[in-house]
């Protein structure tokens, strides 16, 4: 049975710093790519980044550029988000998920597998 569990998530102020964790197991996800999704209510699910478990290589959604970073440890089985400089906006559910192909581009329905999610909220 596969299985992303997030965690890290909280209450922070704007400026502040959280650390989101994804442990996966259940299956080898060496061919996948791991990512991080965020929601509001009433907004659809959009991407934030993703990283491939082979290679490392990491692709970032314009909105969190050079204030995000994925990351992975492959001894662990864990995916990483560490967000700096987090904004109100950045206020969301985030979720793991795990997909190919075009999710590596942030394709949300390419997602084969997914966490139930953590709230980050950011307070101005």
């Known amino acids: 049975q596969v299985q992303l569990v997030e965690s890290g998530g909280g209450l922070v102020q704007a400026g502040g710093s959280l650390r989101l964790s994804c442990a996966a197991s259940?299956?080898?996800?060496?061919?996948?790519?791991m990512g991080w999704f965020r929601q509001v209510p009433g907004k659809e699910r959009e991407f934030v980044a993703a990283?491939?478990?082979?290679?490392?290589?990491?692709n970032y959604a314009d909105s969190v550029k050079g204030r995000f970073t994925i990351s992975r440890d492959n001894a662990k089985n864990t995916v990483y988000l560490q967000m700096n400089s987090l904004k109100p906006e950045d206020t969301a559910v985030y979720y793991c998920?795990?997909?190919?192909?075009?999710?590596?581009?942030?394709?949300?329905?390419?997602?084969?597998?997914w966490g139930q999610g953590t709230q980050v909220t950011v307070s101005s």
């Open positions: 998920a795990a997909g190919s192909g075009l999710f590596f581009l942030g394709v949300v329905n390419k997602a084969d597998y």
């Open positions: 259940g299956r080898t996800f060496s061919s996948y790519a």
């Open positions: 990283i491939r478990w082979s290679t490392g290589n990491t």
